[in-house]
């Protein structure tokens, strides 16, 4: 198993960028293929970025493309860079590790075997 912490949110203008951190313990992240969700008031939770468990495949919603990253370090660590926030990306963030074969990236939510709590984000126009 592997659990997840999420940290890095915070009130930020339009415009801005504001990088969320995953940090992992237990199983290293490289066993698995990791996500980024997020989810707004009165929303249901969707995706936002994927990476495949060898890191060399990442997928992203459209809404997000050109913007955010998806990335890891040696650490244990995820993380998700966000450029040129909107307002409309306000949202509670989660990270999510699931199974898969170690080139596939996860889209769905029920791809995910493990969540983390949130990170708000708040962006102000």
């Known amino acids: 198993q592997v659990q997840l912490v999420e940290s890095g949110g915070g009130l930020v203008q339009a415009g801005d960028s504001l990088r969320l951190t995953c940090a992992a313990s237990?199983?290293?992240?490289?066993?698995?293929?990791m996500g980024w969700f997020r989810q707004a008031p009165g929303n249901e939770r969707e995706f936002v970025a994927g990476?495949?468990?060898?890191?060399?495949?990442k997928i992203y919603a459209d809404p997000v493309k050109g913007r955010f990253t998806i990335s890891r370090d040696t650490k244990n660590t995820v993380f998700l860079q966000m450029n040129n926030l909107k307002p409309e990306d306000a949202a509670v963030y989660y990270c999510?590790?699931?199974?898969?074969?170690?080139?596939?990236?996860?889209?769905?939510?029920?791809?995910?075997?493990?969540w983390g709590q949130g990170t708000q984000v708040t962006v102000s126009s």
């Open positions: 990476m495949s468990a060898n890191g060399l495949y």
């Open positions: 999510a590790a699931g199974s898969a074969p170690p080139f596939r990236a996860l889209k769905l939510r029920n791809e995910y075997d493990f």
């Open positions: 237990g199983r290293t992240v490289t066993n698995y293929a």
